[in-house]
């Protein structure tokens, strides 16, 4: 019998009020929660007011309480549906992103010699976007309606 619990993957966005903006809201995620995150964008406003889009790992269990746990705290919180697209008549094949790429979603063919795309290990982090020269590869991201 298989006792390990399903993990769950997914992208959201958290829009904090200036008076819990400086505290460890997000680390509790991992120490309380036991859950696993990515950073893939922060912002402090002049008001102190906080945005932040995680990618967040973990049992189905451990991430619903630790989203309850945020809601609690006054977070607001809405699904980021984000990905990365290519344009293919841009892109020049060169590799580059293959080599920044964390998940290895990108990857060279070797016998056409073209990157190829697999959406389903992109963590869509957008390092490769930043890299292009050719500006071929773009981020996309839906930040939904904040509960």
Known sequence: MNNTVPAVRKLVSLSFPHSIS???MVCNLARIYNLCFNILRAQI???QEGFLTLEIFGSEEDYNRGIDYLKQQGIKIAPAAQHVARDEDSCTHCGMC????PTHALALDMKTRRIIFNADKCSACG???RICPVRAMSLD???????
């Open 98 to 101: 293959t080599a920044i790429c």
């Open 45 to 47: 406003t002049p008001r």
């Open 127 to 129: 390092m490769c976007t």
């Open 141 to 147: 991201v839906d930040y939904g309606a904040l509960e």
């Open 22 to 24: 400086s505290q460890p």
